[in-house]
Structures are given as structure tokens and as C-alpha cells.
């Protein structure tokens, strides 16, 4: 059964950029896995920040995060990442990164209900 735990979080000024880590471990690699980044607030919905395909070249991004963050895989090391630049304060929350075992090749799913494993969270706060 696969597990996913995201490290990398923390406190970090506007502006500023953090790297999270999302390690799968259990029955396959990553590459049998579409993948989900999401997020959420307190007092807000859990909402979806990016995915990436099992083919690993198709991606897509919530439109409040284009061209801040980039998600990408490292399959040696079973592992995803979501780089995040130029932090806004409005990028608070608990990150989770989500996969479900794909039949499609290029499928990039950005909605939390397609997902069938989910990692454990962790927060980003942006604060000064």
C-alpha cells in the first residue's frame, strides 16, 4: 500500500521560497501514480494547488500560483516536489500531496475527489 509523507514546510517571509518534499513509499514508483498537490486554510476548503501526470510531462497549476510554483518527480527517489517562489501571505496553509494509481497516461486531475492516497500535511506559513 503506498504511503506519502511531505516534509519541507515552516515559516518563511514574503517573498521568500520553500521547496516540499512528498517521499511515496509501499507497493509501485511514482510513475504508476498521478499526482496532486493541495492546500487548505483555516476556515477555508481544501483546494488544489497542482498535479502532474503519471507520464510525469503533463502538469497544470491553480491560476493563484502560475508561474510561482512548479511541481516536479525525481522517480529514483520516489519522490515529488512542489517549489514554491515568491511566497505571498495568502499562500498559508497545510500542503498535501495525493496520488492514485493511473491507467492514463497523461492525466493531471486537479480535484481532491480523484485521489485516492493522501499524505499527512504540512503547514507553510508566510508571515513576516
Known amino acids: 500500500q503506498l504511503q506519502l509523507v511531505e516534509s519541507g514546510g515552516g515559516l518563511v517571509q514574503p517573498g521568500g521560497s520553500l521547496r516540499l518534499s512528498c517521499v511515496a513509499s509501499g507497493f509501485a514508483t511514482l510513475d504508476y501514480y498521478a499526482i496532486g498537490w493541495f492546500r487548505q486554510a483555516p476556515g477555508k476548503d481544501r483546494e488544489a494547488v497542482s498535479c502532474l501526470s503519471k507520464s510525469g510531462d503533463i502538469s497544470d497549476y491553480a491560476e493563484s500560483v502560475k508561474g510561482r510554483f512548479t511541481i516536479s518527480r525525481d522517480i529514483a527517489k520516489n519522490t515529488v516536489y512542489l517549489q514554491m517562489n515568491s511566497l505571498k501571505p495568502e499562500d498559508t496553509a497545510v500542503y498535501y500531496c495525493?496520488?492514485?494509481?493511473?491507467?492514463?497516461?497523461?492525466?493531471?486531475?486537479?480535484?481532491?475527489?480523484?485521489?485516492?492516497?493522501w499524505g499527512q500535511g504540512i503547514q507553510v506559513t508566510v508571515s513576516s
Open positions: 495525493a496520488a492514485r494509481l493511473a491507467t492514463v497516461q497523461a492525466v493531471c486531475v486537479m480535484n481532491s475527489q480523484y485521489y485516492i492516497t
